[in-house]
């Protein structure tokens, strides 16, 4: 079945980027996703890829997407402390309606 | 902005109990679904619902699980006779379309706890 995985956790200063990384298996899939989660509450989209695109930018977050290696990325410009939160991968196709996720990264900003 | 709200927040049951946890999509929003987290596991799918019907499920949503709209804005989910394993984070979650055309927005989640 579908796999989709990050590594667990990113620490980085305030002002640094911040590059989240996530790896998936479908070759189908169509749809890229990137989700924030902040203690106590749900899941934020922040944004989301074609696939037949290689880069999205919008605004602090830029995501890049290499389909030949299945391997998707979150960047974040000038990462602030209120960037701290678990940050989801999630990917899915035109078969169907269901995402499937990685673990999460958590992302640890420092002042 | 619209959003896609949740109750409660937090039950707490018995094992052997039913539940029913709530979901409000965004309004103009045609399909929903409803996924989990486990503490410590990923994210899983459930369950997606279109035109009052079942339009995909997992394996977890099995005969103890259902889902219902009763009117046109709730969205639930019932859980017959609950396990100590049902007790996770449960989040619904609506988009306009399917397919990943557009994408789907969740709820702030329902932590369930069987006692």
């Known amino acids: 079945g579908e796999d989709v995985e990050q590594s667990l956790f990113l620490s980085v200063r305030e002002g640094d980027s911040s590059v989240i990384n996530c790896t998936y298996t479908?070759?189908?899939?169509?749809?890229l996703y990137w989700y924030k989660q902040e203690p106590g509450a749900g899941l934020q989209l922040l944004t989301y890829i074609f696939s037949n695109m290689d880069m999205k930018q919008d605004q602090r977050l830029t995501v890049l997407l290499n389909k030949k290696d299945k391997h998707l990325s979150l960047r974040i410009a000038d990462t602030q402390t209120g960037d701290s939160a678990i940050y989801f991968c999630a990917e899915g196709n035109n078969a169907g309606n269901m995402l499937t996720f990685g673990g999460g990264t958590r992302l640890m900003v420092k002042p | 902005e619209p959003e896609v709200t949740q109750t409660p927040s937090h039950q707490v049951t018995q094992m052997g109990q039913e539940v029913i946890l709530r979901c409000v999509p965004i309004s103009n929003h045609l399909y929903f679904y409803w996924y989990r987290q486990i503490l410590g596991q990923k994210v899983e799918f459930l369950v997606s619902f279109y035109n009052n019907e079942i339009s995909e499920k997992s394996e977890i949503f099995d005969d103890q699980f259902s889902v219902e709209r009763p009117d046109g804005s709730n969205f639930t989910l019932k859980i017959r006779s609950t396990k100590l394993e049902d007790s996770a984070m449960y989040f619904c979650?609506?988009?306009?379309?399917?397919?990943?055309?557009?994408?789907?927005?969740f709820g702030p989640g329902t932590r369930l706890t069987v006692l």
């Open positions: 979650a609506s988009s306009y379309t399917s397919g990943g055309a557009s994408p789907q927005y």
């Open positions: 479908d070759s189908s899939s169509t749809y």
